[in-house]
């Protein structure tokens, strides 16, 4: 039989660990979509296939680092901590790659190109594991 004050007890801290990466994630989308020259929302609505791809892998580079503060973490504090230097660590990564190694990236999205699209994803993604990674050593 289970102790019901120890589920309830895990259950809050899942529910308020949850809500709080839930929210964390909804903020680290709107200040990265602002920290970017084109307008996610518009091109996403009109089909363009490389801005999808672009947001939804920031996200996942964000959301893997954030799993990782999740599980190696003991107060909701320092969860917020490595929370906001994820993404300000993936946002960086961001602006690296569109101010110095693909100057034109903004303009290839905007004109849908996949590849642009798939190697800001690739570096997005591998930005997110090596954050996740340090976070845990």
Not at 3 to 18: H, K, L, N, R
Not at 19 to 40: D, R, S
Not at 75 to 101: C, H, K, N, P, Y
Not at 117 to 129: C, N, Q
Request: charge should be negative; aromatic fraction near 10%.
């Amino acid at each position: 039989m289970t102790d019901s004050y120890s589920f309830w007890e895990s259950a809050v801290a899942f529910v308020v660990a949850f809500v709080a990466a839930g929210l964390f994630t909804i903020a680290f989308k709107i200040i990265y979509q602002a920290a970017t020259p084109y307008n996610e929302r518009t091109l996403i609505r009109e089909g363009n296939v490389a801005a999808a791809i672009t947001l939804g892998a920031a996200l996942l580079g964000y959301i893997l680092p954030l799993a990782s503060a999740l599980e190696h973490t003991v107060s909701l504090v320092e969860f917020a901590v490595w929370a906001l230097l994820a993404g300000v660590i993936q946002i960086v990564a961001f602006t690296i790659v569109r101010m110095i190694v693909m100057r034109d990236f903004s303009d290839r999205i905007v004109r849908g190109e996949l590849a642009a699209a798939i190697y800001m994803a690739s570096i997005s993604l591998g930005v997110g594991l090596l954050n996740a990674a340090c976070m845990s050593a």
